[in-house]
């Protein structure tokens, strides 16, 4: 089954001590991506929650926030109390001395530098939350990527529509094309005919000048390359060997990347398809074409 790139999955784990929030969501990108949101006392698991990531994803802009909650009551700072009394010790003299009647705030005081002071440093705290913070990651990315797995079943579906229409269309494309050459020698034979006032026109001139016009428009080439890209394309959703495809239960073998390639080549192919079209009728189904390849491009710029 493809994968798609977009996707969302958050969880929350506690270990009696402290309750951790993951929350994780992803979209499109050439390669893979990570972009963590933690406070800065947990910035040191940014590595490790971004090992984690690549473990389980390779493509994709991932944004990744972690809230961690300390039940413990501790709250990892203290008031340095020796510091606060010579604060006010200093301020004192100089209340005295601008003639300052007012009060001093106590939370302008401990706003003053080293009057808190932390007592868990921040390896110390991410060391004993680590556990509850991997569990939480590991539950919110399986959250995400069985969104993303939902979403590229339905892609799968669109991409393996798109490519069956355009094999129904290369068949048509294929039995019209000769036509075209036979109704390109009647009218040419016929106009030659008018501006020669009647004589008619010898066979191996006109032989000569529909050989050169069926090689011109000749599609075989350009017809076999779009099958066989279409046959890479279906064999790699359903994850069977050629002569199967269709069968239940696909499981695809094909990445993002390979679906993008096997588009460009097959737009290339399309284009050469439409120019060499010999009427308005191959025009229009080689025009059909292209909007399928098109359609199946969109899809794979989604594609893990």
């Known amino acids: 089954m493809l994968y798609s790139m977009t996707g969302f999955g958050q969880a929350q784990v506690s270990d009696g001590r402290f309750v951790a929030r993951v929350e994780v969501r992803s979209v499109n990108n050439r390669?893979?991506?990570?972009?963590?949101?933690?406070?800065?006392?947990?910035?040191?698991?940014e590595p490790r929650l971004e090992q984690?990531?690549?473990?389980?994803?390779?493509?994709?802009?991932?944004?990744?926030?972690?809230?961690?909650d300390d039940l413990s009551g501790e709250s990892g700072y203290e008031i340095d109390i020796a510091a606060v009394k010579g604060y006010l010790k200093n301020l004192a003299p100089l209340k005295n001395e601008l003639g300052y009647g007012g009060e001093v705030r106590l939370e302008s005081l401990l706003s003053l530098p080293g009057c808190i002071r932390r007592t868990t440093d921040d390896a110390h705290?991410?060391?004993?939350?680590?556990?509850?913070?991997?569990?939480?990651?590991?539950?919110?990315?399986?959250?995400?990527?069985?969104?993303?797995?939902?979403e590229g079943r339905l892609t799968c579906e669109e991409i393996r529509a798109s490519a069956q229409c355009m094999a129904q269309l290369l068949d048509e494309i294929e039995s019209k094309s000769p036509r075209a050459v036979h109704a390109y020698r009647e009218k040419l034979s016929a106009r030659i005919s008018e501006l020669m006032q009647g004589t008619k026109v010898?066979?191996?001139?006109?032989?000569?000048?529909?050989?050169?016009?069926?090689?011109r428009v000749d599609i075989c080439e350009e017809v076999s390359r779009l099958r066989?890209?279409?046959?890479?394309?279906?064999?790699?959703?359903?994850?069977?060997?050629?002569?199967?495809?269709?069968?239940?239960?696909?499981?695809?073998?094909?990445?993002?990347?390979?679906?993008?390639?096997?588009?460009?080549?097959?737009?290339?192919?399309?284009?050469?398809?439409?120019?060499?079209?010999?009427?308005?009728?191959?025009?229009?189904?080689?025009?059909?074409?292209?909007?399928?390849?098109?359609?199946?491009r969109e899809q794979a710029l989604n594609v893990e």
Not at 31 to 45: E, F, I, N, Q, T
Not at 54 to 60: A, D, E, H, V
Not at 202 to 215: G, K, Y
Request: overall charge negative.
């Open 52 to 68: 984690i990531v690549k473990g389980k994803l390779s493509r994709g802009t991932v944004y990744l926030t972690l809230e961690l």
């Open 125 to 150: 705290l991410l060391a004993a939350a680590w556990n509850t913070i991997e569990a939480a990651a590991h539950q919110a990315l399986d959250g995400l990527i069985e969104m993303r797995r939902k």
């Open 228 to 296: 066989s890209h279409l046959e890479q394309v279906l064999e790699g959703l359903s994850g069977l060997p050629a002569g199967q495809v269709g069968l239940p239960e696909p499981c695809a073998c094909v990445t993002g990347r390979k679906l993008e390639f096997l588009v460009q080549e097959m737009l290339r192919e399309s284009n050469t398809l439409a120019a060499k079209a010999a009427d308005a009728e191959l025009v229009h189904l080689a025009v059909q074409v292209k909007l399928e390849v098109e359609r199946i």
């Open 31 to 45: 390669g893979l991506k990570v972009m963590p949101h933690v406070r800065d006392s947990l910035h040191g698991a």
């Open 202 to 215: 010898p066979e191996d001139v006109l032989a000569r000048e529909i050989a050169i016009f069926a090689d």
